[in-house]
């Protein structure tokens, strides 16, 4: 079930990612504070994007974990 909830999540930082990063060249506090909404809002959710991947990778190490102590093999033959 983790790895399933981890899938998603990458899922969804893949596609916040590419739908709202773009190219976002903001290098100081005084040019985010210049842009437009529209960038700022695509900063952010390029930020939360990297924090759903890292939250994903994380649940997805721990589920292979949890299923590897579980199970020694996967009943496929």
Known sequence: MQGLAAAILLVCA?????LLGRCICIWSTQQ???ATANKQLAL???????????????????????????RKSCGIK
């Open 44 to 70: 952010a959710f390029l930020i939360f994007s990297w924090i759903v991947l890292g939250v994903a990778f994380s649940m997805l190490i721990i589920g292979t974990l949890a299923n590897s102590r579980s």
């Open 14 to 18: 893949h596609a916040i990612a590419h």
């Open 32 to 34: 985010y504070q210049t």
